[in-house]
């Protein structure tokens, strides 16, 4: 990928040239195949380049086209190429050597600031219209490339990655206690709720599915994505889905293999990412290309303690998907002697900013790292295929099938279920019962669901306002949403641009430490929207889970890891057994919280005091879901953070 940049005065003022500079130097510390700029009286614009498709070698970037005088800069990949080839009259002459970003200047002269409207793949751009004295630029729906920006009264200045523009004069670098905020009370993995703030004060992001118009001395976001259900698609035969699933879903795999080096993929023993690989190794082998696997497994001295249906090395399954597909050249990565604890530092400074999924953060680094050794420059992957290609969870669908009375279907399908998967009906009816009917929570309380407290400070909470804000997007005091199911989950996975953004930040600047492109095909936009419009029963039936993936894999993957309904990988089970040799010194460190004033002001004392005696007991590998020790591994990485401001 590559990085933008820019300064524009909106007073029309000359930009000062050194400050441009000082935006390009930060960013050298990236790998990049061309440094190019480009400045017109009020504005300026950069790219830090890495040359991932064919078109892109030795492209000029920033480009500016005198004629009609505008000046793109862009960080992109657009995958509907063939499209615009079409809708824009682009010459068959022309087309095989057209870069993304002229493709996308095109774009903008037909369709102006509908333009992103039109766009598939993943994208960051800037345009500079001299005419209009417009500075336009938009990211792609679900945010895969990063783009933040400054504002003042006469400036604005943006970027890819949010350290240079810490290091212009005008810029202070101060602590969003906003979006603190809302990242210590939030659920899960992700940060805030308000997707244009950062934890930088004066940092602003542009939000996933939205574009920045700065016009007249006046800044506007707008949205121009929203993915909803829609109108449910009905086909005539279990074969009719599965060939049109098939065929949406090898045209995004296609897409993300257009690259000048060579390609590769993370690979698990599961179907999102199975499916991936498969698809793609039918393209690569008809065109004789390499094709790499990175997978990850456990150190050999870990033992596997998850109960019999999870398990931790999932390379007996890997191994079989590798082995059927064919053509694949497989890494087994087990990081040695690597953990989440000792590459905190080191994954600050790749994300820029605090973070909750500690148990895989440096795995996921690492597969990077080795994609990048093997010349990788397209690494694929599956994540969102839980709500996409693989969706299909069978205890909530029946729930629905309980609440519409549908009796005989629900008494046959718990029946092939309990087949399938062992096991007794009864149990699982009343759980299905309570997903159809909520209320029988109150009436019949069950289990206190697993969470990790809470880490905000509540003086804090109600110091910033965080509950009251929360509500506005249907969330309660848990920091997540109100009676949520699975089917609310998707919904609102798609609706709330919020949810995209850790993921995606993630992304981004792991590809652009390591000079290579990460590409999901299972979020590929054409994708997210032929599965919203598939009917549920076509996910599951029989007592099948996610069966339409499973159902358009036959002859791509092998049974085993097709058809297997009893055992699921479990990555990060091993975070607790590779930190003991430094056990001591998280150990040291987590006591010390207790003294911090600024984590006392933040976090909350009782939870972390009851979190800090979870220390006194003896660690164990299998303590790896114990909430003491997560909640001192994320007050930590917050404490680390902090500690770059003072």
Sequence with gaps: MSALAGIYHMNGEPIDIQSGHDLMKALQKYPADAIQTWHLDSIFLGCHAQWITPESVGEPLPFYDYERQCAITADAIIDNRKELFERLQIDPSYQKQITDSELILRAYYKWGKDTPKFLLGDFAFMIWDQKHQRLFGARDFSGSRTLYYHRSYDRFAFCTIIEPLLVLPFVEKKVNEQWLAQYLALAGTVDAVDSTITPYQHIEQIPPSHSITIEKNKITLNRYSYITKGKVLKLKSNEEYVEAFQHVFQEAVTARLRTHGKVGSQLSG?????????????????????????????????????????????????????????????????????????????????????????????????????????????????????????????????????????????????????????????????????????????????????????????????????????????????????????????????????????????????????????????????????????????????????????????????????????????????????????????????????????????????????????????????????????????????????????
């Excluded at 729930?399 to 046959?412: P, T």
């Design 270 to 646: 599961g179907l999102d990412s199975g499916a991936v690989v498969a698809f793609a190794a039918k393209k690569l082998q008809k065109e004789n290309k390499p094709f790499h696997t990175f997978s990850y497994i456990p150190p050999a001295d870990f033992e596997d303690f998850t109960p019999r249906y999870l398990i931790a090395d999932e390379r007996p399954y890997i191994t079989s998907t590798a082995d059927y597909v064919g053509g694949i050249t497989t890494h087994y990565c087990d990081f040695k002697g690597r953990d989440s604890y000792s590459e905190i530092d080191d994954f600050l400074d790749v994300i820029e900013m605090p973070y909750k999924f500690f148990e895989n953060s440096f795995w996921l680094k690492g597969i990077f790292e080795k994609a990048q050794e093997q010349d990788v420059r397209v690494l694929l992957n599956g994540d969102r295929g839980n709500f996409t290609v693989s969706w299909g969870f069978p205890l909530e669908y029946y729930s629905l099938l309980l609440k519409k009375m549908q009796w005989v279907r629900l008494h046959r399908e718990l029946l092939d279920y309990r087949n399938n998967v062992g096991g007794s009906r009864l149990p699982r009816l009343k759980v299905i019962a309570k997903m159809g009917f909520p209320i029988l929570d109150r009436i019949f309380p069950g289990d206190t669901p697993y969470k990790v407290p809470d880490l905000i400070n509540p003086s804090f909470a109600e110091k910033m306002g965080v509950y009251p804000t929360f509500e506005k997007y249907g969330m309660d005091q848990t920091g997540w949403y109100a009676k949520p199911d699975i089917f609310l989950e998707r919904k609102k996975h798609f609706e709330d641009v919020f949810q995209w953004n850790v993921s995606s930040t993630l992304a981004s600047k792991l590809s652009l430490r390591y000079a290579l492109w990460k590409r999901d095909p299972t979020n590929d936009l054409r994708v997210v929207q032929f599965c919203l419009s598939v009917p549920e029963s076509q996910y599951v039936q029989n007592g099948v889970d996610r069966l339409l993936i499973r159902r358009a894999t036959k002859n791509y993957l092998p049974d085993k890891v097709r058809l297997n309904q009893l055992v699921r990988g479990v990555q990060g089970a091993d975070w607790v057994h590779r930190m003991l040799p430094n056990w001591e010194a998280f150990k040291e460190e987590a006591q010390q919280l207790r003294t911090d004033d600024r984590i006392r002001e933040y976090v909350d004392g009782h939870a972390l005091k009851e979190a800090l005696t979870s220390l006194e007991q003896q660690p164990k590998a299998e303590y790896d879901t114990d909430i003491g020790y997560k909640f001192l591994m994320r007050a930590l990485i917050l404490q680390r953070f902090l500690k770059k401001f003072n």
